[in-house]
């Protein structure tokens, strides 16, 4: 059924309960795809769902509504999670109009190759609804050149597509306040920006500035993953920090193994850190999926990362951490890189190069192990991941 969240206006969205991988990353919580329906002299629908939840969202706005009575649809965003049923949903209600940003005009255009009545907006532009008025603000590469966001004004709600979601299935369809946020939630929140926005931090600053030079104030975040935030200041908050990549004491150890001599170490790092007093977690790369690691390594300061050396390479689970990790850009972690090797011993150089890569300089040239680390190498280990702690996470303490 529908539910309202504001007079006239119904989330009739659809829940995806079974969803576990988001191009690559771990959605063990399932989804929402949420579209919003607000009710005036011209009913219009904002944004639509994944492309075989149509008839879950249409028997919601069935519930309110003939469809033939939607004017207008916004698409606030072209990527198919969100635009999917779009070009069906048209042919069945015949709006008069979607609006969308310019870029999203061409990509709708390019995905669909139908003929639907596109009005291309911008930000500022305003759409009377009759008692309501939309306002469209452009958010582009928030998280595709397409994205927008729509603000009912007499509402105060911003309709955030991409921004400040989580992929997160429930039955719970509003959070009144960060009280009210569910533990498990607050941390798919916090999953979804390390994983899909956090190479966007300067752009999510920047939103932010100009929402507050705009002077708009927010009664309510409607994103179109995850519920409805009344009360939403803590959100934009932890936008805030997370966008400024402001670190916690707190360091992660993060590592393969092949006959755990590397784990030897990464076991030493962590008893280290727990002697500095920092916050210390241990990631095995073939135990945690790398998307629940990025999303611990959001608000940590220092990371050890540990490969055996393979065919003169690095373990291919760190190669495959380090790629979708420099893919987010990450800011201002301090990094070592260690190791283990038999004869030749090139993995500490190739994790050092990658940092380099990512624009984070390596805080030390790496500790190599060859065969089985001995109790000194061990105790070296430990006295190493404690002096760093205390250089780069306790050194305004």
């Known amino acids: 059924m529908p539910v309202t969240i504001a007079p006239q206006v119904y989330w009739v969205g659809a829940i995806d309960w079974t969803m576990r991988d988001f191009h690559g990353y771990l959605t063990e919580a399932g989804s929402t795809y949420n579209a919003f329906l607000i009710v005036d002299e011209k009913v219009t629908l904002i944004d639509t769902v994944k492309k075989g939840f149509l008839p879950e969202m249409l028997a919601r706005i069935r519930e309110i509504l003939p469809l033939e009575r939607i004017d207008y649809i916004v698409c606030n965003h072209v990527e198919m999670d969100h635009s999917g049923s779009l070009a069906e949903l048209a042919r069945i209600a015949r709006p008069e109009k979607i609006f969308c940003s310019s870029l999203g005009k061409v990509g709708l255009t390019r995905h669909y190759k139908e003929d639907l009545p596109l009005v291309e907006v911008k930000t500022g532009t305003e759409v009377s609804l009759g008692r309501h008025h939309l306002m469209f603000l452009e958010t582009p590469m928030l998280h595709w050149p397409d994205s927008m966001m729509t603000f009912l004004k007499e509402e105060q709600i911003l309709f955030s597509s991409d921004g400040f979601g989580a992929h997160y299935a429930s039955s719970q369809r509003l959070i009144r306040n960060r009280h009210d946020c569910p533990p498990k939630y607050f941390y798919e929140l916090k999953k979804y920006y390390a994983n899909i926005l956090m190479p966007m931090g300067t752009l999510?600053?920047?939103?932010?500035?100009?929402?507050?030079?705009?002077?708009?104030?927010?009664?309510?975040?409607?994103?179109?993953?995850?519920?409805?935030?009344?009360?939403?200041d803590w959100v934009l908050e932890a936008y805030r920090t997370w966008a400024a990549g402001?670190?916690?004491?707190?360091?992660?150890?993060?590592?393969?193994?092949?006959?755990?001599?590397?784990?030897?170490?990464?076991?030493?790092?962590?008893?280290?850190?727990?002697?500095?007093?920092?916050?210390?977690?241990?990631?095995?790369?073939?135990?945690?999926h790398y998307s629940d690691t990025v999303t611990e390594l959001l608000d940590a300061g220092l990371m050890f990362l540990g490969s055996p050396t393979i065919n003169n390479?690095?373990?291919?689970?760190?190669?495959?951490?380090?790629?979708y990790l420099k893919g987010l850009k990450p800011k201002k972690k301090a990094a070592m890189a260690f190791g283990s090797y038999g004869w030749s011993g090139q993995a500490v150089g190739l994790i050092n190069q990658e940092l380099e890569a990512m624009q984070l300089k390596p805080v030390h040239e790496g500790l190599q192990v060859r065969y089985i680390p001995d109790p000194d190498e061990l105790a070296q280990a430990r006295e190493l991941g404690a002096r760093l702690a205390r250089e780069h996470l306790l050194k305004s303490a």
């Open 246 to 288: 402001v670190t916690q004491p707190k360091g992660l150890v993060i590592y393969d193994t092949m006959w755990h001599s590397t784990e030897m170490l990464a076991h030493a790092f962590m008893e280290g850190l727990m002697d500095a007093g920092v916050e210390a977690q241990l990631h095995h790369l073939r135990a945690t």
């Open 313 to 323: 390479n690095m373990f291919p689970s760190m190669g495959q951490f380090l790629t």
């Open 204 to 232: 999510v600053t920047q939103l932010l500035d100009k929402v507050a030079k705009l002077g708009l104030e927010f009664r309510m975040i409607a994103p179109d993953h995850g519920c409805v935030y009344e009360n939403p």
